[in-house]
């Protein structure tokens, strides 16, 4: 009898503890911890301005505010993300011990959208990070659907295969959240419980994409036409110069048969030929000249371009490596 007994006592420990397991689940999962965590946070006005941009729902201002977001200098930034790859162009974090958010405080212009759509994206870490087991694993196979849809080109495509197994799910629910319209019903539903209008959220991402993909698409452009342009100049300038060096040793042979005593109609003919020879490669020699000057220009505009599109990325990479510029 007290062998049954203590089995029993053990029994209705194990239960217990799986009742306090999945009640602590249950808080969590109803938002428990960040109703007492959202409240005790007041953001900055430049950070409430942010939050008021998403348009977030009920649960997505409280999650958010539940993480603390802040914008954070080069220095802390750095510190906080372990921001130290110089090529990799890293915005924002969500530190999942600490459950902070970190936005690397970008100030230009041109990539208006760039801090709304990096807040997005961290949140969306922050929902996934508090999704109980039972709901990750069927939203998982709803985020790959679309992932195995995307062209093997598309800029999420690439830049996922960067990604370990274990990150892999949790980067991809941010991605598609940010930068997909379209979803099938139920991510469109899933999401609509952090963003009010999941659209707008992607424009912020296209809006500051643009800014790089048209610079970077410009910058290609131009350099294939230096390149191309330079292998021109080298060819046409070796090409010049061996006719240049022809008609030399013509005029030389020339001159050496009119010192000698050779007149005539013909070697006046010769005589005229040949300054017509070098009047039409004087020509050539003009022309390219002029497409030199035009070659210089596109290299002045290449280096423009950079010196813009360092400034941006000295903006968006607390650790940005330079663009090199090209020299006439």
Not at 113 to 139: C, I, Q
Not at 269 to 294: A, F, P, R, V, W
Request: proline share 2%; with cysteine; net charge negative.
């Amino acid at each position: 009898m007290a062998e049954k007994t203590n089995k029993a006592k053990i029994g209705i420990i194990v239960f217990g503890v799986l009742i306090a397991i999945l009640g602590f689940e249950a808080f969590s999962f109803f938002g428990g911890f960040d109703y007492i965590k959202a409240s005790s946070f007041t953001p900055s006005g430049e950070m409430q301005g942010i939050i008021d941009e998403l348009g977030l729902t009920d649960r997505g201002v409280r999650t958010f505010r539940a993480v603390r977001p802040n914008l954070a200098s080069r220095t802390v930034f750095n510190e906080k993300c372990n921001s130290h790859d110089s090529e990799i162009y890293v915005l924002g974090c969500y530190v999942t011990g600490d459950d902070i958010i970190y936005l690397y405080n970008i100030e230009v212009p041109e990539l208006n959208g760039v801090r709304e759509s990096t807040a997005a994206h961290e949140l969306l870490h922050a929902v996934y990070n508090r999704l109980p087991f039972w709901e990750k694993n069927d939203l998982n196979s709803k985020l790959r659907k679309v992932y195995d849809s995307l062209d093997e080109k598309s800029d999420i495509k690439t830049s996922m295969e960067l990604y370990s197994d274990e990150e892999f799910y949790d980067e991809l629910h941010s991605r598609i959240g940010t930068e997909i319209k379209e979803l099938p019903v139920e991510l469109e539903n899933h999401y609509a419980k952090i963003f009010n209008d999941q659209d707008k959220i992607v424009d912020f991402y296209n809006k500051y994409s643009g800014t790089f993909k048209a610079l970077e698409k410009e910058m290609e452009t131009l350099g294939s036409k230096i390149e191309e342009g330079k292998r021109y100049i080298d060819e046409e300038t070796a090409r010049l110069d061996a006719l240049a060096n022809e008609l030399n040793k013509k005029i030389e042979d020339y001159n050496k048969r009119v010192v000698a005593g050779s007149n005539g109609s013909a070697i006046q003919t010769e005589g005229n030929n040949l300054q017509k020879e070098i009047s039409e490669l004087e020509d050539m020699y003009k022309k390219l000249n002029e497409y030199i000057n035009e070659y210089n220009k596109m290299i002045d505009e290449y280096n423009s371009n950079v010196i813009q599109t360092n400034d941006i990325l000295d903006s968006i990479n607390s650790n940005s490596s330079k663009v090199e510029m090209v020299n006439n």
